[in-house]
């Protein structure tokens, strides 16, 4: 039995007051008679006044008592549970970073709060989620011991999400009438899906590494870490440096004042290829340690034709990085190469192409110059170009145009299909440069370089990179065979292992917490990186709070889960048989004996 009303049972204070009526009496009245046999039959009362007196026991008594107690039956609501009934819940968990501060009382506040969110239901069904897309249910059962143990293992790290997505999931698994909770540090406004609100943050000062970046200073490698106080206080903090095999640095001390930014560089040791700065912990340790490698790109082989661009040629090929010159075009992943009419066939593999014009260049072109949509031309102004009449190559109909001057083609791309290889890719310049006023344009340049980039990305081959937690991760791998990752989380020995199928393509989300990661292909490593943690918005915890919006939640599925008491009418008659009993044998009587007044 569950009781819809208990306030209902307030009126039971009627009881007291029934009791007290009929302790009070009344003082009797005189009436002087001749004869005492014409007085009719009273009930004993008080001759000495209003005062309390002993209970007479009485019909109106009981029947006012037993009114009393029907009423306060009838308005406290009584229901009975349905047999089977089913009190779904589902918790949405804020998987940013900034909860693993506050897992300590979010499992102390889902403790306290969801048993009674079983309200009147037989069962309970429990769902666990994290708001992270694309993430496995943490729990889902009927236990709320079993449902908080899953959260031992809970291990949240992700920036800034949309938990929309998440509750719109969750909304869908346990329908119109469940119980939708939002489980976060921070108070938010109206939850999507009609979500409860349980924020259980509050505001706490933290200092931590925000970004990391690697210049070339006198060939030696140089590192520059910022740090930064997210918080309102100013912050005195100790930083040094570890390297591999245990040798470390001497603490230093750096202050920072509210908000305040400070520079930390050095150069990484010639004999070191890896690092981690630490500062000194505090709540909030994810953003504390910040690992680093030395950052090597994929080398690039580079074949240079003999033609007269040489001198644009030689300052492209200065431009780039990690590139190295071959003189065997079979070995080169990119080719710079002329057009020459006389013998027009272009190299088989990747290649940047240049019309070379040996004859005067005519008038500069005219009409309206429109870049089509494409990565190599995002965001590029192309429109202070000025090009002079000169000979064209020779298009295909595959030819994808990616720069036009009124009807002339000024830029395309051209796809080279070879036997049992990827397709390559020639980024053909249809004019020549040296009629131009192309160095001089930034988009150019830009040009050159994404595509020398996309060539030396498609290159199997190893690197080294520092990258960020839960960042999306892209390699190019032999089809042939399987893959695997290695993460070995900072603070911890042990190394967890991820197979990925073979494929040209690896793609996968690089792990939520900070520490080392390498790549493998048959035991060759393909990646080497340094994750860490830089999300600035998730390390201020000045803007955390809490919330509660779960109150009237255990009532709203009383009638789904009840059903109302079958015998309402019948108490309800009971009621009025009770007053009416109670007025019958408390109104006044008229006296039967005849009237023996002389008459006048």
Excluded at 564 to 586: E, I, K, M, Q
Aim: hydrophobic share 40%; net charge negative.
């Amino acid at each position: 039995m569950f009781l819809a009303n208990p306030a209902g049972f307030w009126a039971l204070l009627g009881i007291p007051a029934v009791l007290a009526i009929h302790f009070l009496q009344r003082k009797a009245r005189e009436i002087p008679v001749s004869t005492l046999f014409l007085l009719a039959r009273t009930h004993r009362e008080s001759s000495s006044g209003r005062r309390w007196d002993r209970l007479v026991p009485s019909v109106p008594l009981w029947m006012q008592l037993l009114g009393v107690l029907l009423l306060a039956w009838l308005l406290a609501e009584p229901r009975f549970q349905r047999p089977r009934s089913v009190q779904r819940v589902a918790i949405v968990l804020d998987g940013t970073a900034s909860m693993q501060v506050f897992r300590e009382s979010l499992t102390q506040a889902l403790h306290e709060k969801l048993p009674p969110l079983q309200g009147p239901a037989a069962e309970l069904d429990l769902l666990v989620l994290e708001s992270t897309p694309g993430r496995e249910r943490l729990y889902h059962g009927s236990s709320i011991d079993d449902a908080l143990n899953a959260l031992e293992s809970w291990n949240p790290g992700e920036g800034t999400l949309d938990p929309g997505p998440a509750l719109r999931i969750a909304r869908s698994l346990i329908g119109r009438d469940g119980i939708l909770i939002f489980a976060t540090d921070t108070p938010v406004e109206n939850p999507p899906y009609d979500a409860r609100l349980l924020a259980i943050g509050h505001p706490e000062e933290n200092v931590g590494f925000t970004g990391l970046r690697f210049t070339q200073e006198q060939g030696a490698a140089v590192w520059h870490a910022l740090v930064k106080n997210h918080g309102i206080a100013p912050a005195v903090r100790s930083w040094q440096i570890t390297y591999p095999g245990g040798r470390s640095t001497e603490p230093r001390n750096i202050e920072l004042q509210p908000g305040g930014l400070i520079s930390l560089q050095a150069a990484l040791p010639p004999d070191q290829e890896s690092a981690i700065l630490r500062l000194s912990e505090d709540v909030f340790t994810m953003d504390d340690s910040l690992p680093l490698v030395r950052p090597r790109p994929k080398t690039l082989r580079v074949f240079r034709q003999a033609s007269a661009l040489g001198e644009l040629e030689e300052r492209l090929v200065q431009s780039l990085d990690a590139v190295e010159m071959v003189h065997d075009a079979a070995e080169a992943d990119l080719t710079l190469c002329t057009y020459d009419p006389l013998d027009p066939a272009l190299p088989p593999g990747d290649a940047i192409v240049f019309v070379h014009d040996p004859t005067r260049a005519g008038q500069y072109l005219k009409g309206g110059i429109i870049a089509e949509e494409h990565p190599l031309m995002s965001g590029l102004n192309w429109q202070a170009l000025l090009v002079r009449e000169t000979i064209q190559l020779d298009r295909q109909p595959s030819d994808e145009v990616l720069l036009w001057q009124d009807q002339r083609p000024l830029i395309f791309l051209r796809s080279v299909l070879l036997e049992n290889q990827a397709p390559h890719q020639q980024l053909c310049f249809n004019f020549d440069v040296r009629h131009s006023n192309a160095t001089a344009n930034p988009a150019f340049i830009v040009c050159l370089h994404r595509f020398a980039e996309s060539v030396r990305q498609e290159r199997v081959a190893p690197s080294s990179s520092n990258l960020e937690t839960s960042q999306e991760i892209e390699l190019t791998a032999d089809p042939e065979f399987p893959a695997s990752i290695e993460f070995t989380p900072l603070h911890e020995a042990h190394t967890t292992i991820r197979d990925l199928p073979a494929s040209r393509r690896l793609r996968f989300e690089a792990p939520a917490r900070p520490g080392h990661l390498i790549v493998k292909q048959a035991d060759v490593p393909l990646l080497t990186a340094a994750l860490t943690f830089a999300d600035s918005r998730e390390a201020d915890l000045t803007h955390c709070g809490s919330a509660d919006t779960l109150g009237d939640a255990s009532s709203i599925p009383v009638e789904r889960h009840t059903t109302a008491d079958h015998w309402w009418r019948a108490w309800v008659l009971a009621l009025l048989a009770a007053l009416l009993t109670g007025w019958h044998f408390s109104r006044p009587r008229t006296s039967s004996t005849p009237d023996l007044s002389p008459s006048p």
